[in-house]
């Protein structure tokens, strides 16, 4: 059996109450915001919502299905190249055939080339081209060049003309033989008027132009 508590034991004492602390509310501030609530705040704007059961079903499109089985590339290729690759791919080859024939037509002009000069050269006992005129080649003078000792009628032609050319063959004589004397006047003549086609003193082809374009022909 329990024994009974003895006397002055804390049993005896009166149970104690829980203790309630009260702390005023701040409905000040609530009140207010329920009142700005109720009275709507002017710097805000309304917006309706429109009831998401209200829309038009009309106006949405369905999209088409997608194909997850089919692989095929779009049309016209096979490769999956678009209308764009396959104009660069066309120009890229028009390019490289321009290209190609450009170097075809140089590579046929050098071989070309090559070939005229690799020509055969005549051989040496091939006849030679016979020369128009023997004696032109025979004196470097050209054809009738009269010189220092020879004699005739051209001489004295040559004298008879010279006579005619001031300060050139003054005094000479006419009696048809090239002297000395007339080499120098020949000489004289070429250094004043220039002629230099001829040897210094030898009447040749441009020394015989030279003094019949300025004499008049012998009667």
């Given at each position: ?22 702390r ?76 190609v024939?450009?170097?075809g ?35 470097p ?27 050139v063959y ?7 033989v ?24 030898v009447?040749?082809n441009?020394?015989?132009?030279a ?9």
């Amino acid at each position: 059996m329990p024994t009974p508590p003895a006397s002055g034991s804390p049993q005896d004492q009166p149970p104690l109450e829980p203790i309630v602390v009260l702390r005023p509310r701040r409905t000040d501030a609530l009140a207010e915001l329920f009142r700005e609530m109720e009275q709507g705040n002017p710097g805000l704007e309304t917006v309706a919502v429109p009831d998401p059961h209200s829309w038009d079903e009309g106006e949405t499109q369905e999209l088409p299905p997608v194909r997850t089985g089919d692989r095929t590339p779009p049309r016209g290729d096979r490769f999956g190249f678009g209308p764009g690759l396959r104009r660069a791919a066309v120009g890229v080859a028009v390019t490289a055939a321009a290209l190609v024939g450009f170097g075809g037509a140089l590579l046929l002009a050098g071989r070309n080339d090559d070939t005229g000069a690799r020509t055969p050269a005549p051989s040496a006992s091939a006849e030679p081209t016979p020369t128009a005129t023997a004696t032109s080649a025979d004196d470097p003078d050209g054809a009738g060049t009269l010189r220092e000792g020879d004699s005739g009628p051209a001489v004295t032609d040559l004298q008879e003309r010279l006579l005619r050319i001031p300060d050139v063959y003054h005094d000479g004589a006419t009696g048809g033989v090239y002297d000395a004397t007339l080499r120098a006047a020949v000489a004289r003549f070429q250094l004043w008027y220039g002629i230099r086609g001829d040897e210094t003193g030898v009447y040749g082809n441009d020394t015989r132009q030279a003094l019949e374009s300025r004499t008049a022909p012998t009667g």
